[in-house]
């Protein structure tokens, strides 16, 4: 299996209970097809660059997961199908790039760690 980075922007007037809704359907979307979620990032509400099917902000999501190759064009398809995404990019990563962006959050809490010991 392969290590992938998928970025969703969900639509903003959605609140923080559909937003919990979202990604427990993702991680079905992504169970479903054999895979494993690595690790969650809600990134919150942001300004868009440019209007994106009518919205000028857009609530982000980043996701690392786990699939086979082959399976990334169904769980593509299934995000054009979901509602509340109106857009989406799924990157594949190599293994040192999955270290370094889930090593950034070990790296956290061990400056935490240090910071509340001293």
């Given amino acids: 299996m392969r290590s992938y980075q998928s970025v ?3 639509k903003p007037d959605i609140d923080e209970a559909r ?3 979202a990604l427990e359907t993702i991680g079905e ?5 054999g895979g494993a979620s690595l690790k969650i ?3 919150g509400k942001k300004r868009l660059a440019y209007r994106v099917k009518k919205n000028r902000f857009g609530i982000y ?4 997961h786990t699939l086979e190759s082959a399976k990334v064009i169904e769980l593509e398809k299934k995000y054009k199908l979901y509602d509340s995404i ?3 990019m799924v ?3 190599d293994d040192d790039e999955l270290e370094r962006a889930l090593g950034k959050e070990v790296e956290e809490v ?3 760690e240090v910071k509340s010991s001293d």
Avoid: C, G
């Fill in 8 to 10: 969703l922007i969900l």
């Fill in 19 to 21: 937003v919990k809704e």
């Fill in 29 to 33: 979307f992504i169970k479903s097809n």
């Fill in 41 to 43: 990032e809600n990134w």
């Fill in 61 to 64: 999501l980043n996701i690392y």
């Fill in 86 to 88: 109106i857009k989406f």
């Fill in 91 to 93: 990157v594949r990563l």
């Fill in 110 to 112: 061990e400056e935490e």
